[in-house]
C-alpha cells in the first residue's frame, strides 16, 4: 500500500503565504503525478497545481502567478507555496498521488493515493 500524509496547512491572513507539503510512502515502484486539490465547502473537489512525469507542471487558473509546485523525487515528495492568499482560497487542500507500485510476489500495480487532508483558512 502507499501512504500519502500532508503537512502545513493553518490559519493565514489574507495576503500572506502558506506552503503545504505532501509525503508518499509504502512500496513504491515509480511515481507517474504528484499533485495539489482544494475542496471548499458546497464545492466539488478542484485541482490546484500537479507536476506528471517529465516534469510538467500544470495550474489551476484561478492560482496561476500565486502558486508554485515542486517536486523532490528521491523523497517522493511535493511541496505547494501559495502568495497573496484570498479568503475565497479557503478550502480543504489535498495531496494526490499516483504510480505504481511492487506487488508481492511479482510484477507491480497502479496506485491513486490521497492524503487525508489539511485545513487552509484565510481570514483576518
Known amino acids: 500500500q502507499v501512504q500519502v500524509v500532508e503537512s502545513g496547512g493553518g490559519l493565514v491572513q489574507p495576503g500572506g503565504s502558506l506552503r503545504l507539503s505532501c509525503a508518499a510512502s509504502?512500496?513504491?515502484?515509480?511515481?507517474?503525478?504528484m499533485g495539489w486539490y482544494r475542496q471548499a465547502p458546497g464545492k466539488q473537489r478542484e485541482l490546484v497545481a500537479a507536476?506528471?512525469?517529465?516534469?510538467?507542471?500544470i495550474y489551476a487558473d484561478s492560482l496561476k502567478g500565486r502558486v508554485t509546485i515542486s517536486t523532490d523525487n528521491a523523497k517522493n515528495s511535493v511541496d505547494v507555496l501559495m502568495n497573496s492568499l484570498k479568503p475565497e482560497d479557503t478550502a480543504v487542500y489535498y495531496c494526490?498521488?499516483?504510480?505504481?507500485?511492487?506487488?508481492?510476489?511479482?510484477?507491480?500495480?497502479?496506485?491513486?493515493?490521497w492524503g487525508q487532508g489539511t485545513q487552509v483558512t484565510v481570514s483576518l
Open positions: 494526490n498521488v499516483q504510480g505504481f507500485r511492487r506487488r508481492i510476489g511479482s510484477g507491480r500495480v497502479s496506485f491513486d493515493s
Open positions: 509504502g512500496s513504491i515502484f515509480s511515481i507517474t503525478t
Open positions: 507536476t506528471v512525469s517529465g516534469g510538467t507542471s
